[in-house]
C-alpha cells in the first residue's frame, strides 16, 4: 500500500513563503506523476502544480512564477515552494500520486496539510 505524507503547512503573513514536502512510501512504480492540489472552503479540489518522473511540470495559472514544484525521485519526494503568498492561497494543500502498470491505474492522495496567508 502506498502511503503520501505531507509536511510543512502552516501560518504566514502575506507575501511571505513556505515549502511543502510530501514523501511517498510504499510500493511505487517508477514512472509516475507526483503533484499538489489544494481546496479552500466552499470550493472545489484544483490543480496547483504537478511533476512527472521525466521532470516535466505542469502549474496552475494563479501561482505561476510565484510556486516552484520539485522532486526528488530517490526519495520518492515532491516540493512545493510557495513564494510571495496571497491571502486566495489559503486552502488545504493535498498530494498526490499517480502512475499507470500494467493497463492499471493507481490514484493515492496524502491527508493534507493547511496553508493559511494572513492579509
Known amino acids: 500500500q502506498v502511503q503520501l505524507v505531507e509536511s510543512g503547512g502552516g501560518l504566514v503573513q502575506a507575501g511571505g513563503s513556505l515549502r511543502l514536502s510530501c514523501v511517498a512510501s510504499g510500493s511505487i512504480f517508477a514512472i509516475n506523476v507526483m503533484g499538489w492540489y489544494r481546496q479552500a472552503p466552499g470550493k472545489q479540489r484544483e490543480l496547483v502544480a504537478s511533476?512527472?518522473?521525466?521532470?516535466?511540470?505542469n502549474y496552475a495559472d494563479t501561482v505561476k512564477g510565484r510556486f516552484t514544484i520539485s522532486r526528488d525521485s530517490a526519495k520518492n519526494t515532491v516540493y512545493l515552494q510557495m513564494n510571495s503568498l496571497k491571502p486566495e492561497d489559503t486552502a488545504v494543500y493535498y498530494c498526490?500520486?499517480?502512475?499507470?502498470?500494467?493497463?492499471?491505474?493507481?490514484?493515492?492522495w496524502g491527508q493534507g496539510t493547511q496553508v493559511t496567508v494572513s492579509s
Open positions: 511533476i512527472s518522473s521525466g521532470g516535466k511540470t
Open positions: 498526490r500520486l499517480t502512475y499507470t502498470r500494467f493497463l492499471a491505474e493507481y490514484d493515492y
